[in-house]
């Protein structure tokens, strides 16, 4: 069930029945006013017992609750903890209140919004390192034969070479090079210039994505390989080498840096991924602006199950090439 107010309701009902994956299904709606607190004593023991009679038509046992303001959560509590199992609190429509990466914790008769970035620990660094180097090294091993396979149809397919290379932003602001295989022709950027130049239209485009859905610099087997992320197979060597990870945001072009502002300095906290929630999100059909939140919210919210999903995902994505050209 989600109460409050029918704006912010109805828009956190579509949100969950359009993302069924987060696992949360509403079955109904309440409207309140947004203060719970602007109710008369008499007027919240009808809600309360509407709401009660609503618990057991439908059997629910969690809420989703709007709210507005930290000092509504005492009342919020008092009101709904007798009828319900599980009560989940959601900012308003409005509210500027990020809670990303934050648990709440008593000390003594305090209580405290604790925040942890699990990515600093050294525990779970080192168990990230670990599964970075050996499904790395076990993946560059298993897949050789078709990493030569594609070396060789690129260089039939089009003059230049097989690996190509380009510096990204990495952890502590470090840049590296990122090594890829190459799916564009030559004098990639003259083309791409040329190109925006005689179609302003596109521009647009670029500036909002970076990404093109027609790019006039890819080859052949360039849209192939794109297409199922096969490209991108060479990071291995990336992340067996230290300067990437199998899982996290998504590897920043120099020239992007000024893009993310002040989410940058959390950015580089962590190692760039061959994959992430970015790439299990849609992929290209995001704006930047939709990536840079998906990377934020991946560095606030890490952890090992985190990973395993983000690939799992990332393996079903790939093959049905969703949000790839």
């Known amino acids: 069930m989600i109460i409050g107010p029918e ?60 709210y507005d303001q930290l000092e509504e959560f005492a009342l919020i509590r008092e009101t709904y903890r007798d009828i319900f199992e599980k009560v989940i609190l959601i900012g308003a429509g409005g509210t500027k209140l990020d809670l990303g990466g934050m ?30 180097i050996f499904v790395s090294a076990f993946g560059i091993i298993l897949i050789s034969p078709l990493l030569a396979f594609i070396s060789i149809l690129i260089r039939i397919d089009s003059p230049g070479s097989v690996i190509y290379h380009q510096q990204r932003w990495g952890k502590h ?7 890829k295989f190459r799916t564009m022709r030559k004098d990639a950027d003259k083309i791409l210039k040329t190109f925006l130049e005689e179609n302003p239209a596109l521009k647009q485009e670029w500036d909002q994505s970076q990404k093109l859905h027609y790019d006039p610099r890819i080859t052949r087997v360039g ?16 992340v067996l ?11 920043l072009l120099l020239h992007q840096r000024e893009i993310y502002g002040k989410n940058y300095q959390n950015y580089v906290r962590v190692l760039p991924g061959m994959t992430g929630l970015w790439q299990i999100s849609g992929r290209n059909h995001n704006l930047f602006s939709q990536k840079i939140i998906l990377d934020m919210e991946y560095i606030n919210n890490w952890s090992v ?18 949000g790839a050209y």
């Open 103 to 132: 648990s709440v914790r008593p000390y003594g008769d305090l209580l405290t919004l604790e925040i942890r970035h699990s990515l600093m620990d050294k525990n779970a660094q080192f168990q990230k390192r670990f599964a970075d």
């Open 223 to 238: 849209h192939f390989l794109r297409r199922y992320s096969l490209d991108e197979l060479p990071q291995l060597i990336n």
């Open 305 to 322: 199950w985190l990973d395993i999903y983000i690939m799992a995902r990332t393996f079903w994505v790939v093959v049905h090439g969703d």
């Open 7 to 66: 704006e912010g309701a109805r828009s956190s009902y579509l949100y969950f029945k359009e993302t069924p994956k987060i696992g949360l299904d509403p079955k109904v709606m309440v409207f309140i006013p947004r203060d719970i607190g602007s109710l008369e004593v008499q007027e919240r023991q009808i809600l309360i017992q509407r709401l009660k009679e609503i618990r057991n038509a439908y059997n629910i046992r969690t809420i989703l609750v709007l």
């Open 241 to 251: 080498i230290g300067n990437m990870s199998l899982v996290g945001p998504r590897p």
């Open 173 to 179: 602001g470090k840049k590296y090079n990122m090594y």
